[in-house]
């Protein structure tokens, strides 16, 4: 057998104007697990993007060699048919379908007349005890969640006997527990012979499950770096991701603690859209001083987003009830405008879906929320606006050619400083950041960090609801912690420990 | 600009002048005579008017109005009745855009607050404003003949001393004007940006694009002043023409359109009323589409239970012509004008060649795909649906 089952040499890829890939090599033994890292933009994706023939043979330059073979894709189904197949972030799946539906699509059982359905659902079964799904094969998509749509992804590439499988940030929109079962599923298919590469922003994962870690950096692979041991330092691999020592993951900030209290909130109760009788916010109460960061830490589901949301001018669920006050004054907000009106603002976890327009420029996201600023009896400045955005993209170190430039073509962190833009300019005395870091790169979110910290540092109060619990130790000053809808623990952030937050989790299951 | 991005931006006005180029040779130089240039506006009135309104909804996401045909039938029917009755035309204008703004209201109402699908909406509008309009005809055709509505709608301006002669002279005078105020107006422009240090587009081609403009109006209005002068009907479409560019080129609640179609959800969360932006949206379609029912009348002199009939279709046309994205937006009035003048041209040069009715709507079925095909393939790599 070959050296390498996959072997990429001197890949260049050029988009109009960017140079996105500049001979990039990359070597894949048989039966290895191998990590691609790098930041935002470093060209992880568009390399990936070439392998499976997304871009097809001739729009790049170099060789692609797979099992001792020179492969020229020019679609997604060469490359599959090979054993190649890809899974990307956004998960390709139709909500309105079954599992497996969803897992023959394009790749139907036949019989006689038309599909087998019988056949169908078998084999979809069988695949799914694989990846260790206990769910009907007729069950639709959008009644399971992530995990385990993720799953059926999986389960999807196994139904085209995969031999190489690529994950592109797989665990990004999973909570720790199903996150930890993918990796898991991954080595386990890595004794049987399976050889995967996974892109991922998450270096514990990496260090747990990759064999080789190679480093992406500006559409260059950087180094490749051995990790049979499974106990690489983090540091190390950051060191290569960002070219530089990267001294402290969370930049100092002076605790300067104001006693007056920013935003406070009490008895706060939220019932479900759409099943009334739910309970989603259950009697939960918490105050942010002006100058201060509150954690907000919790498993996926424990009813973060949707308080946020529903303080943030009743924009979700129905039958609230409770107090709010925002600098002493008892507000009680109708819709989104009056919450904006008041100085709060909610940074929302989704971007793409709740945050931004992709079509629109930066310049047009950037006022938004706030366009009266920029409007003369209601006839917009269109140049104020401009400089305004200008200033912005400045301020937060937004890496663009110009702020007409579409938001969609900005890479994930930048996104985000365009969003966090988009709310910096509607002058809030409180922000809500909904996973402000989630699935950007460790450059990138050093920087969101310090701009939460000029941000304290200039007398606002912050919320920050985050999964990843380090970033909450790092950051805050106070967590607090939710479970299932209910505040479960409130503590100081230096006694804070992720064991102690887990135990209030678990604690409070119990009950 | 290298050549390649600039047939991207300006594929329907090469396009246009392609077509306007071959149905001058197709029909031996009649299109260019002074009373079919002059009618080329007056006929395609209604589609200008209207593509405006139309805009307005596929802004929102691709959202069409379909009732508007028969909302022109129904507004032209109680106009011609009451005329009829002898009641006096202003006050039968006023009325007649009241109901407009009413039908505007209730469909409005339901597609913004209950958020009944627009499509669905507008097709129960379809039926219903088309059966009313024939109700009150009693399926009879009714002449429209009172002086002062022909006057406000369809007359000639005629300036006492200088419109006597062969020549209208007060017509190109007002397109001596206008081209002077654009070339004015691009000094100034530029100036102000000079003065408060703001970037400037390239000199040359926003002064290259002034002057073929200018050159433009100055071609048109010589050609109207050989015929009857300036139509007052001109006056109404370019005061709806230029407030609708106004509104969503400058204003706050234009942004909000394009704001809603691009990304609804982050829209609400912006704290913008989407509700209301569709309400409008709706709201002035019907206003627009009532005008255009009084425009119609008086050019025709008469209204019948089949006014107005696919009107809808040419006003969505024109949009989608004009580079308005089915997905909404995206799309500008400048735009649609072009593509709304393009489908008035292939309508003028059929006629004037005298292509049977039946083929002409084969034709217009295939520009608007053809016109459509060219956009999302141009635009592939940065459209929606690539």
Same mark, same amino acid.
């Given at each position: ?47 990936? +993007? ?72 078998? /084999? ?131 605790? +300067? ?29 918490? +105050?942010?001083? #002006? ?146 870091? #989630? ?5 990138? $979110? ?52 992720? /064991? ?12 | ?28 130089? #009649? ?115 009172? $002086? ?57 081609? /926003? ?173 592939? $790599? ?5």
């Amino acid at each position: 057998m070959a050296e390498y089952i996959l072997e990429m040499k001197n890949i260049t890829k050029e988009f109009p104007g960017v140079k996105a890939l500049d001979n990039v090599n990359l070597q894949v033994r048989p039966g290895e697990i191998h990590a691609l890292v790098g930041e935002n933009g470093a060209g992880k994706s568009t390399l990936m +993007n070439v392998l499976s023939g997304t871009y097809a043979y001739g729009t790049y330059t170099g060789d692609i060699i797979y099992n001792g073979e020179l492969c020229k894709f020019s679609t997604l189904h060469d490359s599959e048919e090979k054993g190649i197949v890809i899974i990307h972030q956004e998960l390709a799946l139709i909500p309105e379908l079954s599992i497996g539906e969803n897992m023959f699509l394009g790749n139907e059982r036949l019989g006689k007349f038309g599909i087998d359905w019988d056949r169908t659902y078998h /084999e979809a079964e069988e695949h799914m005890r694989q990846v260790g799904l206990k769910e009907e094969a007729t069950t639709l998509i959008k009644d399971i969640g992530t995990g385990k749509q993720q799953l059926v992804e999986i389960a999807k590439a196994l139904s085209k006997n995969v031999k190489l499988l690529i994950l592109d940030e797989p665990t990004s929109s999973l909570n720790e527990e199903d996150s930890k079962m993918l990796l898991d599923l991954l080595l386990s298919f890595k004794k049987e012979g399976m050889t995967s590469i996974i892109i991922s922003h998450k270096l514990n994962e990496i260090s747990y499950v990759a064999d080789k870690i190679t480093v992406v950096r500006d559409g260059s692979t950087i180094e490749t770096i051995d990790n049979e041991n499974h106990d690489i330092d983090e540091d190390r691999i950051i060191r290569g991701m960002v070219g530089r020592e990267l001294s402290d993951r969370y930049p100092s900030r002076e605790h +300067n603690i104001s006693n007056t209290i920013g935003m406070e909130v009490r008895n706060w109760t939220v019932h479900h859209p759409l099943y009334t009788e739910k309970k989603v916010v259950d009697n939960v109460s918490f +105050n942010v001083h #002006r100058g201060e960061i509150v954690g907000f830490s919790g498993l996926q589901g424990a009813g973060r987003t949707e308080l946020a949301m529903s303080i943030f001018g009743r924009s979700y669920g129905t039958n609230i009830s409770g107090e709010l006050k925002i600098d002493g004054q008892t507000k009680n907000f109708k819709n989104v405008r009056d919450a904006i009106e008041a100085g709060l603002a909610y940074v929302t976890e989704d971007r793409k879906g709740n945050g931004l327009i992709l079509s629109e420029s930066i310049a047009k996201n950037t006022t938004m929320a706030r366009l009266e600023k920029v409007c003369n009896n209601g006839i917009i400045d269109v140049d104020k606006e401009n400089k305004e955005a200008e200033e912005y993209k400045e301020r937060l170190r937004t890496k663009t050619p110009s702020v007409q430039q579409a938001v969609g073509n900005l890479s994930g962190g930048n996104q985000q400083k365009v969003l966090l833009s988009k709310w910096m300019f509607a002058e809030p005395e409180v922000l809500i950041l909904d996973e402000p870091t #989630r699935g950007i790169d460790v450059g990138a $979110k050093y920087e969101i960090y310090c701009i939460m910290n000029d941000l304290v540092a200039a007398g606002k109060s912050v919320v920050m609801i985050s999964s990843e619990m380090p970033e909450l130790l790092g950051m805050c000053d106070r967590i607090y912690v939710m479970n299932e809808g209910k505040m479960v623990a409130e503590m100081p952030a230096e006694e804070a420990t992720q /064991e102690k937050i887990m135990a209030a989790i678990l604690q409070s299951d119990k009950n | 600009m290298n050549t390649k991005a600039f047939i991207k931006k300006y594929t329907m006005v090469i396009a246009l002048v392609v077509v306007f180029i071959l149905f001058s040779v197709l029909t031996g130089g #009649r299109l260019l005579l002074p009373q079919n240039m002059s009618n080329l506006l007056l006929q395609n009135a209604y589609v200008l008017v209207m593509a405006c309104g139309m805009l307005m909804c596929i802004l929102t996401g691709g959202n069409i109005d379909l009732s508007v045909g028969s909302v022109v039938c129904m507004v032209g029917a109680i106009a011609a009745q009451m005329l009829a009755n002898g009641m006096p035309s202003v006050v039968v204008i006023i009325l007649c855009l009241i109901i407009s703004i009413v039908i505007g209201v209730w469909q409005g109402f339901w597609i913004g607050h209950i958020h009944i699908p627009p499509f669905i909406c507008t097709l129960s509008g379809m039926f219903l404003f088309r059966g009313l309009g024939r109700a009150i005809l009693g399926s009879k055709t009714i002449a429209v003949n009172n $002086k002062t509505f022909l006057n406000i709608f369809a007359s000639y301006i005629n300036v006492p001393g200088i419109d006597g002669g062969e020549k209208k002279w007060s017509a190109f005078i007002v397109g001596i004007a206008v081209a002077a105020f654009l070339i004015f107006n691009t000094i100034r422009s530029r100036a102000a940006k000079a003065k408060k240090g703001y970037k400037q587009g390239s000199a040359i081609s /926003e002064f290259a694009k002034t002057i073929i403009i200018s050159v433009l109006v100055l071609l048109y209005t010589w050609k109207l002043a050989n015929y009857k002068g300036i139509p007052v009907m001109a006056i109404w479409i370019l005061v709806v023409v230029l407030t609708y560019a106004f509104i969503t080129s400058k204003t706050a609640f234009g942004r909000y359109f394009y704001a809603v179609g691009g990304n609804e959800k982050a829209t609400k969360l912006s704290g913008i009323d989407t509700n209301k932006v569709y309400f409008a949206a709706y709201t002035s379609m019907a206003l627009l589409a009532g005008l255009s029912g009084l425009l119609w009348a008086a050019r025709i002199g008469s209204v019948n239970g089949d006014t107005g009939n696919a009107f809808e279709m040419d006003a969505i046309g024109s949009c989608f012509i004009g580079g308005a994205s089915a997905y909404g937006g995206s799309g500008t009035v400048s735009g649609i004008m072009v593509g709304a003048i393009l489908l008035g041209v292939i309508n003028q040069g059929m006629s004037i060649i005298g292509l049977d009715n039946n083929w002409q709507y084969v034709v217009k079925g295939a520009v608007l795909l053809i016109a459509v095909i060219f956009d999302v393939v141009s635009n592939k $790599k940065t459209g929606k649906a690539g």
